[in-house]
């Protein structure tokens, strides 16, 4: 059975097939899904891990975090959405087809690690906040579709869990389908568009509202009633990422209680 990697492991790459390769966001990101077989699948035991994944025979791999949730190898695959970044791991991968071979190594990391960091108990959590934007999306809807037995959210206890998701336009937002589902079972679900008049005709029946993940939080804090008991999940780019947190900190949101998976 595969053994999950941790820093300092030495990296091993198994050969693997892509079983689709899908163009979302109007083409601007790809869904990967790669057929690892299902003891490799098995080894995915925690919502925000990551792989290493390259084509196969090349040098240079792309960090990528798992999609999909832990299923306990059930489907035998592993997603991963991706940007493609020509001249890069990642955009050589876009350009791959079904039937194509990559190398992968095990799931690194122990992902988002909800119990280590907050305590056994999900009620004592006050707001739940899931902030991504971009492909963070990615791992965070893994964490929102897993069950609470796999780490996830799914019949957690966690009281009030909020998703506040951040892309230029709707068009570029992944897992509309996910995030509709989720609404719909009561997750509190928000988008940010920071492109301009962006929230106009908003096609989803979740929330929108124009400006960055940051500073939306800013601004809804109070309402929100952030305090010491609350965290949240943030996966984002490093503006993103800092701004959080110096909003977190201002609400009295002690720094371990920011959840990221590495």
């Not at 798992?66 to 890069?88: C, H, R, T």
Request: proline share 4%; net charge negative.
């Amino acid at each position: 059975q595969a053994a999950r990697c941790g820093w300092g492991d030495d990296v091993a790459f198994e050969a693997a097939e892509v079983t689709a390769v899908e163009a979302v966001c109007g083409g601007s990101l790809s869904l990967l899904r790669v057929g690892v077989g299902a003891d490799a699948a098995a080894a995915y035991t925690a919502p925000g891990q990551y792989c290493q994944v390259k084509v196969a025979g090349a040098d240079d791999a792309a960090f990528l975090a798992i999609a999909s949730p832990p299923d306990g190898g059930e489907s035998g695959e592993l997603e991963f959405l991706i940007k493609p970044v020509e001249g890069k791991p990642a955009g050589a991968l876009c350009g791959l087809a079904a039937g194509d071979g990559v190398e992968i190594t095990a799931p690194m990391g122990k992902g988002f690690a909800l119990a280590d960091k907050l305590g056994d108990d999900p009620k004592e959590v006050g707001v739940l906040l899931l902030l991504s934007t971009g492909t963070g999306l990615a791992p965070v809807r893994a964490l929102a579709l897993a069950d609470a037995s796999r780490g996830g959210l799914k019949g957690s206890g966690f009281a009030d869990v909020r998703l506040i998701h951040g892309a230029r336009t709707a068009l570029d937002i992944p897992f509309a389908d996910d995030l509709e589902m989720l609404h719909q079972a009561g997750l509190e679900v928000t988008s940010t568009l920071s492109a301009e008049g962006a929230c106009e005709d908003f096609p989803y029946e979740w929330g929108c509202t124009d400006g960055y993940v940051q500073d939306v939080l800013d601004e809804a804090r109070e309402d929100l009633g952030l305090d010491a008991s609350c965290a949240a999940v943030v996966i984002g780019q490093k503006e993103m990422f800092e701004g959080v947190a110096d909003v977190l900190a201002k609400s009295g949101i002690d720094k371990a209680r920011l959840c990221a998976n590495f």
